[in-house]
Nanobody, 114 residues
Framework: QVQLVESGGGLVQAGGSLRLSCTAS????????MAWYRQAPGKQRDLVAR???????NYADSVKGRFTISRDNAKSTVYLQMNSLKPEDSAVYYC????????WGQGTQVTVSS
């Protein structure tokens, strides 16, 4: 059974950094574009960053220059390096395929204090 497991979230002060990881088990990983999403309380889930099967990347305007998405196909893992964090980055972060989504994982909470 396919499963997405996110980790790496936590509480950090504004200006700090976190590195999120997401491992996909039970599914072919390398051929799919992957993405990170985030959902703040009372808001919709928004796309944060996307990485294609070949490594091309796209970012939401709000995180450009601060976040970096990467992948390790051998480990079926996608990463999100988050630098210069702001309080408005606080949310639950999820990963999933960019298309043909899998069942969502539990996400990982990121809280940025001011």
């Amino acid at each position: 059974q396919v499963q997405l497991v996110e980790s790496g979230g936590g509480l950090v002060q504004a200006g700090g950094s976190l590195r999120l990881s997401c491992t996909a088990s039970g599914s072919v990983f390398s051929i799919y574009a992957m993405a990170w999403y985030r959902q703040a309380p009372g808001k919709q889930r928004d796309l944060v960053a996307r990485i294609g099967s070949g490594g091309s990347t796209n970012y939401a305007d709000s995180v450009k220059g601060r976040f970096t998405i990467s992948r390790d196909n051998a480990k079926s893992t996608v990463y999100l390096q988050m630098n210069s964090l702001k309080p408005e980055d606080s949310a639950v972060y999820y990963c999933n395929r960019a298309t043909i989504p899998l069942p969502w994982g539990q996400g990982t909470q990121v809280t940025v204090s001011s």
